[in-house]
């Protein structure tokens, strides 16, 4: 294990360390976002919370604004079918209302079919790869003039294992999160000694999740980590932390 990795996987964070940081979570309605959400804001910081389903994000930010951490916001995008114009638009209202951007947890994603190649759809193929991989570029390049006018930014993607080993049947989810590495790479490579903004990738590992049950419907969920039980290595990424770490990819499990 390397110490970075040590480092994220052992991290307790400090009570405040999110204090004054504005952090975008995408997917944040369910699953891991949600936790992640939840618990960045329990740190201090001010979530914006991006997700397709309004309700969902309305029951998120009352959990936050219940636990009297700091009024989060709420962005009902849908990644699906939103366009480079609406993410602008977007990032205008957010500069307007917070003036900089201090992380993107770029975590929703779908699944698509588990199915071999020659008879993937071609229509899942396009969702898959508009939720998972064009709509983080497209909501990143609009963001970077936020992030850039924060003093220390945080930008995590969310990769898999089988963005990192190719695997039978996972056609475009695995092909997007390798995509995403990609992403990752580049975007931190370019970024690196020009820009206080730093580019990783975390894979949560097996989490019981809705997905996770789509993928392993046969699989006993109550043995699996709980999304609130891996998110010490997100906490390390987002934060102060983990300030001039860029272009690693960390799993939060071990
Ligand atoms: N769980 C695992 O075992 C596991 C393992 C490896 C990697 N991952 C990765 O971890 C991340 C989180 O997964 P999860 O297990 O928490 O999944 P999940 O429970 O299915 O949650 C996914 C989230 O993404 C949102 N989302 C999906 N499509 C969207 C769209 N078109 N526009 C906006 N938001 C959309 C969902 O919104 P709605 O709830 O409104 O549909 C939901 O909030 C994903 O990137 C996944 O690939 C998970």
């Known amino acids: ?53 309004q309700e969902k994000l309305e029951a998120v930010y009352d959990e936050i604004v219940a636990i009297g951490a700091p009024e989060p916001a709420l962005a009902p995008v849908n990644l699906e079918v939103a366009r480079p114009a609406d993410y602008e638009e977007l990032a205008g209202m957010l500069g307007n209302a917070f003036g900089r951007l201090d992380g993107i947890l770029h975590n929703a994603s779908i699944l698509g079919e588990i199915t071999p190649l020659d008879q993937y759809g071609y229509g ?3 969702s898959v790869m508009q939720v998972n991989i ?17 003093a220390d930014a945080s930008v995590l993607f969310t990769t898999s294992s089988v963005g990192r080993k190719g695997r039978a049947f996972w056609g475009a989810y695995a092909v997007s999160k390798f995509a995403t590495e990609g992403l990752m790479q580049v975007l931190a490579d370019e970024l690196e ?6 580019v990783n990738c975390i894979n949560p590992g097996a989490t019981a999740t809705k997905m996770r049950a789509m993928a392993y419907p ?36 071990i």
């Open 1 to 53: 294990m390397t110490d970075i990795q040590q480092a994220a996987t052992s991290y307790q964070c400090p009570d405040n360390a999110f204090n004054d940081r504005i952090i975008m979570v995408t997917g944040a309605g369910d699953g891991i976002g949600r936790a992640a959400a939840l618990a960045l804001a329990k740190h201090g910081a001010t979530v914006i919370l991006l997700g397709r389903t």
């Open 124 to 126: 899942t193929w396009e």
């Open 134 to 150: 064009n709509a983080p570029f497209f909501l990143t390049r609009a963001l970077l003039p936020l992030l850039k006018d924060s």
């Open 193 to 198: 000694n020009v820009a206080p903004i730093r």
């Open 218 to 253: 046969a699989e006993d969920a109550s043995k699996l980590k709980r999304p609130e039980d891996i998110l010490a290595p997100y906490l390390y990424l987002l934060g102060p932390a983990a300030k001039g770490i860029t272009g690693q990819s960390l799993n939060a499990q």
